[in-house]
């Protein structure tokens, strides 16, 4: 039950794309196609923005999308805006009714 | 609209025990699995537990098995963490989400806040 890997922050300028990666072992990220991503301002509860590694629920614009090879989950934020700067967290299903997140990434809009 | 809405945090003693509630409105309560999720202060989340529909079988992350119980009322629509035995690494704020598949959490509460601390 380790945590996934994730950068600790990451950049870019309005209208730029970024990438967030999310690394794990085959027996969460590599294993199973169940991850899923979480956008989060400070104090405020986490919102699902991807599930099943490319899944966008209704609402989420389209400008985020993920994606997955072997042990590393991503999520791409393309045309940044201001409003994406928050904290982003990746989750993966870990086998027995079990989850395991990752430490959280900040993204700032430069 | 779903909501879910955390209740009993507080600040406790170290070896000290606490409940929390979570109230659950919107859906189908007694048809979803249920999960307590944890962020310590300026820290990544956590999972901590989740519970089957009906209550019988609860999961937990190694760190608090055996010191905390997940439990549910499905005829109050009603998620509860039970926590003995309290640690200063139990202090966060404590989420109920609501898991419609494994690994997604599609509605989340607003929290509640739980300090261990003498």
């Known amino acids: 039950q380790s945590a996934l890997t994730q950068p600790r922050s990451v950049s870019g300028s309005p209208g730029q794309s970024v990438t967030i990666s999310c690394t794990g072992t085959?027996?969460?990220?590599?294993?199973?196609?169940?991850v899923s991503w979480y956008q989060q301002y400070s104090d405020k509860a986490p919102k699902l923005m991807i599930y099943d590694v490319t899944k966008r629920p209704s609402g989420v614009p389209d400008r985020f999308s993920g994606s997955k090879s072997g042990n590393t989950a991503s999520l791409t934020i393309s045309g940044l805006q201001a409003e994406d700067e928050a904290d982003y967290h990746c989750c993966s299903y870990a086998g027995s009714y079990s989850c395991v997140f990752g430490g959280g990434t900040k993204l700032t809009i430069l | 609209e779903v909501q879910l809405v955390e209740s009993g945090g507080a600040l406790v003693q170290p070896g000290g025990s606490l409940r929390l509630s979570c109230a659950a409105s919107g859906f189908d309560f007694r048809i979803y699995w249920m999960t307590w999720v944890r962020q310590a202060p300026g820290k990544g989340l956590e999972w901590v537990a989740n519970i089957n529909t009906d209550g019988s079988v609860g999961f937990y992350v190694d760190s608090v098995r055996g010191r905390f119980t997940i439990s549910r009322d499905n005829a109050k629509n009603s998620l509860y963490l039970q926590m003995n035995s309290l640690r200063a690494e139990d202090t966060a704020i404590y989420y109920c989400?609501?898991?419609?598949?494994?690994?997604?959490?599609?509605?989340w509460g607003q929290g509640s806040l739980v300090t261990v601390s003498s």
């Open positions: 085959s027996s969460d990220v590599g294993g199973y196609n169940s």
């Open positions: 989400a609501r898991p419609p598949n494994w690994g997604t959490f599609d509605y």
